[in-house]
């Protein structure tokens, strides 16, 4: 007993001493942070500072912090883990790393801003020299492309005509001047993207490219040869860190790039035999990351080019995800199977636990990166609700479903009473049923180009589920409201002759991508059948309506390419 | 019962080791009294025909119509005599006929009501999906009464019989299948242990038998029809936390396992005790036996395992799951009346069978560890390594008699064979090293008067 009381004073002490190194350990960044503060505030001024040397250590605490993490990528160093717990404190913000994402996010859009503004040769860029993909062999490819039905040309782009109007961005973000900092730490880093004065346009990273040449037409232009370059990058690029996408029902992950580009990523969960079970509803079916791959080289046979691009890709899952990651949510999801592989399963609400854990060969995992779309404080998007949506419940039926009359209904509602909207409705309605994705609930347009612009189809994951199973209530819009474009018509013709056979161009075309063969042959097969079956409904139309109510020519309206090169 | 004259299963119950005669049975040995048995179950039927009415009137109210079916109190019931013959030596006797009157039943008899088990009940609809070893309520289970008043445990078909557990997949996320559960019932038999209450195939008409007879509007509730016109239903939780997908029928009918009731609680009490050779159930942590390789010195030392035969008993478990390759072994429940002496319940063995490639040799750790095993039991176990008794052939009879025949595929039968030459191997090192009076134990007065 004395001896215990003689320790117990020992015991108090070791403890006081313990607590006293926790709390200095902890106050000292904060200290400097505050010591640094002060003195760039003093230095710079608002902010706006020329090059720092890069002597000149910590600026702020945070930067530091991330540079630490980005340097030597180890999961967790404690101060890391108490700023997530902070976050996660923050009523609204659930978000932790990503967050800190949102906000690097904004930086760069605006560095991309100013980087508009800086570029001479923007013109240049927008409007993409023809030059024709090197594509090699025999190519049905290369003939489809050279195929006049593929050279019709955009009409002529004003400045309203692109997303990007480099003044009003600039006034819109009156800070962007602030982000100087922020190159100038991505300049130590990394010099060869450094937007100084003198950059030209070919100096910029791939995806800044493809986010200025979209356009009121298209995401991207036929031939541009920057998409197969971006197409590269995301597949060679150097993952610097990764974070949970929230929301959304499946688990998906966004990862960023070295060359500050990011791109969605989602992981395989389903082998390329797997079809969806015959049970499963619409809305429970699994998001293939082979769907996602397929749809954009879909999306660019049928010269839709609405699809951002996608690229397949072997993830190291400790190296690429794990190990960069700030995330904890997704961290702690990891774990070692039984079988000795690596394994996560993240955190969302469709499939997230360990029944559906994703796992690694023992650590290379399949997936799909679909690059981003621009941010959207720099072009923001509408999201609209597709009128032929699905019930998404068990036993109840969507309108459309009972109404035979409904496409009466949508034609006389904006913004489907002018404009190509309906047309373009009818488009992404022939592009889902031939993928067989019934998941389409809502569509997008950039903000900036009011109702006369294209949809952009994303989030095709679903597709691609059943190759022995043709779902006609897809086409339902179109055999409802009967129209079509000319162009889309004639290029639906031209994808069903034996020559420009469309599951033969697709196989060639999913050939280019790592992961290939991305698409088993049953479903490369499905595809011309159901191709047949648009064609059938689309005859059908004809006959009953006749044909100029059906077809609505949209091809005279523009001038074509030789006419337009001859200026 | 088949009495073909080639049978080998025929063969194997006739041999001397399976007719060991038990010492006779006094009154205090037997789990239930008959008149207090008979008279619970007349209280039980009267209370069920007055409900029964409150129930119909309840559902009319809301347009339904249940089917009334009459409920008549036979006091020679195959599962009341299945039930009066449990004692403290084991859940059935050998010569029993009403076991296989009772297999017949669960195959045949008609379905009076559904309804969600007791332990399903018990979690009142609580739902943790960041759990990842979910409790044992929350998976998809019915229990079904019969028109002659017997229960059953219903489980449905989840896994095709060639699939494989993922080999990803850890041992407690790993599915519950139906024919693991009738072929752990069989194999039980055949090694003569009777410790499984008696489980049989069945094509279920979930339309007929579930959905249109349940008195319970949440497991109404939980029924649809999919997109292929099947009619389905889920284990909510599972299905909310998105686990786990709804079990279909096609278009009605699904295959499932019948189970046999135990005596209920309040007339039988039985206590569930963790197994000394816990799994972590966590994606790392390890357990104590998995990594001290005399943790069986520190189990002989405490109660009740160090006395009497309940270390023997938990031996005879080990080698009945390792034959099975059921990992998930957390808990075991005895007979309170039976006091510390008396036999383990092997119940709940959904999980084995995942696969056959594969020989989970950790589940073997008491034997391995402890050296020490039943004499009665290790006889037996070398009978059925003979070619004549062959343990994959007394299954595949035993199991063929089943109406979801094949039970097991040929690759599950072979793999019996293998696990139980592994078991004789683990003992003959055990002999070598610690000599056949430490290692084989004379449990029965009688087995050692039986030479081999």
Known sequence: ?567 | VSTERGSKLERLFRHRLYNIRLPELGPEERLLDEDELVNYCKRKVSRWERLKKFYIEAAAASNITIPDHPVTFDPEASWLQFHLGINRYALYSRDDGSIDRLLRDMQTAPVISADFTQDEKALKGACDCSQVVKPSGLHLKLALKLQDFGKAMFKPMRQERHEETPENFFYFVDFQRHNAEIAAFHLDRVLDFRRVPPVAGRFINVTGEILYITHNEELRSVFFTSPANNTCFFAKCLYVCKSEYAVCGHPDLLEGSMSAYLPGLSIAPRISIPNPWIRAYSFTGREEWEVNPLYCDNVKKRYPYNSGNRLLNIIDMAIFDFLTGNMDRHHYEIFTKFGDDGFLLHLDNARGFGRHSHDEMSILAPLTQCCMIKRSTLFRLKLLARSEYRLSDVMRESLSRDPLTPVLTEDHLQALDRRLGQVLRTVGTCVKKLGETQVVITDFVESSRVTT
Not at chain 1, 272 to 285: A, C, H, K, N, V
Request: with cysteine; aromatic share 10%.
């Open chain 1, 1 to 567: 007993m004395i001896l215990f009381r003689k320790f117990r004073v020992l015991i108090l002490m070791v403890f006081l001493v313990a607590c006293t190194m926790h709390i200095m350990i902890d106050l000292l960044p904060k200290l400097e942070k505050r010591a640094a503060g002060s003195s760039s505030s003093a230095g710079g001024g608002g902010g706006c500072s020329c090059a720092h040397t890069p002597g000149e250590e910590p600026r702020s605490w945070a930067k530091q912090r991330a540079r630490a993490a980005a340097a030597e990528p180890g999961w967790p160093n404690k101060h890391s883990l108490r700023l997530l717990q902070d976050f996660s404190n923050e009523p609204n913000s659930n978000l932790t790393s990503h967050s800190r994402e949102k906000v690097t996010e904004r930086a760069e859009s605006e560095k991309r801003v100013r980087q508009l503004q800086l570029g001479s040769e923007k013109r240049g860029l927008m409007r993409d020299t023809v030059k024709q993909r090197a594509v090699q062999g025999s190519s049905r490819l290369k003939a489809l492309y050279e195929h006049p039905l593929y050279k019709t040309d955009l009409p002529h782009l004003s400045e309203d005509d692109t997303l990007f109007n480099l003044n009003n961005d600039i006034r819109f973000y009156p800070k962007a001047a602030g982000q100087q900092e922020w190159h100038n730490e991505g300049n130590v880093e990394e010099e060869e993207y450094s937007p100084t004065g003198e950059a030209t346009a070919e100096s910029y990273p791939n995806w800044l490219r493809f986010h200025i040449g979209i356009n009121r037409y298209e995401l991207y232009s036929r031939h541009n040869p920057i998409i197969g370059a971006l197409l590269k990058d995301l597949v060679s690029q150097k993952i610097t860190s990764v974070a949970m996408k929230s929301g959304g029902t499946q688990l998906k992950l966004i990862m960023s790039f070295q060359n500050y580009g990011q791109a969605l990523f989602k992981p395989m969960k389903q082998t390329r035999e797997q079809e969806t079970p015959p049970d499963f509803f619409y809305f429970s079916d699994f998001e293939r990351h082979n769907a996602e791959i397929a749809a954009f080289h879909l999306d660019r046979i049928l010269d839709f080019r609405r699809v951002p691009p996608v690229a397949g890709r072997l993830v190291n899952m400790t190296r690429e995800i794990r190990d960069v990651t700030r995330d904890k949510k997704l961290w702690r999801t990891f774990f070692v199977s039984p079988a000795n592989n690596i394994c996560f399963y993240g955190e969302c609400s469709y499939y997230c636990s360990t029944e559906h854990a994703l796992c690694g060969k023992p650590d290379q995992i399949e997936g799909s990166l679909a690059a981003f779309l621009p941010d959207l404080a720099l072009a923001k998007r509408k999201t609209w609700r597709n009128p032929w949506r699905r019930s998404y419940h068990k036993r109840k039926k969507a309108e459309w479903e009972v109404d035979p009359d409904y496409c009466d209904e949508v034609k006389q509602t904006p913004p489907y009473d002018r404009g190509t909207r309906l047309l373009d409705i009818m488009d992404m309605t022939i592009f889902d049923f031939l993928m067989g994705n019934m998941d389409r609930h809502h569509y997008e347009t950039f903000e900036k180009f009011g109702n006369e612009t294209f949809i952009i189809h994303l989030d095709n994951g679903r597709g691609f589920g059943k190759h022995s199973h043709d779902e006609m209530s897809i086409l339902v819009p179109l055999t409802q409201c009967c129209r079509v474009k000319r162009s889309t018509y004639l290029r639906l013709q031209l994808l069903a002759k034996e020559e420009f056979k469309l599951s033969s161009l697709m196989e060639e075309s999913l050939l280019q991508d790592q992961l290939a063969p991305i698409l088993i042959q049953p479903h490369l097969e499905a595809m011309d059948r159901r191709l047949r079956l648009v064609l059938r409904v689309l005859a059908d139309c004809v006959e009953k309506e006749g044909f100029p109510l059906v077809v609505e020519n949209d091809l005279d309206r523009q001038p074509s390419s030789h006419h337009h090169q001859a200026h």
